[in-house]
Nanobody, 123 residues
Framework: VQLQASGGGLVQPGGSLRLSCAASGFTLDYYAIGWFRQAPGKEREFVTTISWNGGSTSYADSVKGRFTISRDNAKNTVYLQMDGLKPEDTAVYYC?????????????????WGHGTLVTVSS
């Protein structure tokens, strides 16, 4: 059972990136998926989550209107489209899977965690 986040990199303020979270060893169909991030010296924080069928989503206030989570269960992958990036979005981004149709913002609700991908927003 493994989750792998990818797509991070260096981007200028105002730019865009799309992160992917791919699962191996299990299918994502029956799992809610969340994205979290951890900036240097800070605690890991909730970014967004999506229900098992994509019908429900939730976002942290800090990213609302700029980030969009989506999923393609046929590809066993969840995406995080990040637009209008700001320097304060710089962090390591992690995806996580929670059993059940929907999971909230609490880290404790997520069962599987992937290795993160680094996003750096800087000019």
């Amino acid at each position: 059972v493994q989750l792998q986040a990818s797509g991070g990199g260096l981007v200028q303020p105002g730019g865009s990136l799309r992160l992917s979270c791919a699962a191996s060893g299990f299918t994502l169909d029956y799992y809610a998926i969340g994205w979290f991030r951890q900036a240097p010296g800070k605690e890991r924080e909730f970014v967004t989550t999506i229900s098992w069928n994509g019908g429900s989503t939730s976002y942290a206030d800090s990213v609302k209107g700029r980030f969009t989570i989506s999923r393609d269960n046929a590809k066993n992958t969840v995406y995080l489209q990040m637009d209008g990036l700001k320097p304060e979005d710089t962090a390591v981004y992690y995806c996580a899977a929670a059993r059940g149709s929907y999971a909230g913002a609490a880290r404790s609700g997520y069962l599987y965690w992937g290795h993160g991908t680094l996003v750096t927003v800087s000019s």
